[in-house]
């Protein structure tokens, strides 16, 4: 069962950092997953792809990591064919914005012969709204 599929998303309301992890694996290969929902305002801080078997496509097993808004807002061409932690790398650039609603977040798994990784989406909300 996907984790957040068709569920609200939720703010637990004390102002700490929150996760959404989503598993990929080869059967993911060509699709476009959903990791999770984040409530409006919410801010990305940080996150990554968790390699635990290398994808073998050339160099990218993760096209991008983004929103319904904007596709790569959080991470593009990310490298996943060595085991590690691999950093979103567009944290830092003008697509990485808070959303006034909701926002589903989403990733691009490029097509391969075997990998598994699991994405972590660290955020934290505006809550209490200061």
Known sequence: M???TGVSATEIGYGVVQVLRKKITLADA????TVGKMPPYSHVIGGGVHVTTGFTTGTVGVGYIGSTTVAAAYGSALATT?????ALDELATATNIMQTVETTVTAAVAGTTQGEAYILIMYI???PQA
């Open 2 to 4: 996907a984790p957040n």
């Open 125 to 127: 909300t505006s809550y």
């Open 82 to 86: 060595a085991v590690g932690f691999i």
């Open 30 to 33: 060509g699709l476009t997953v």
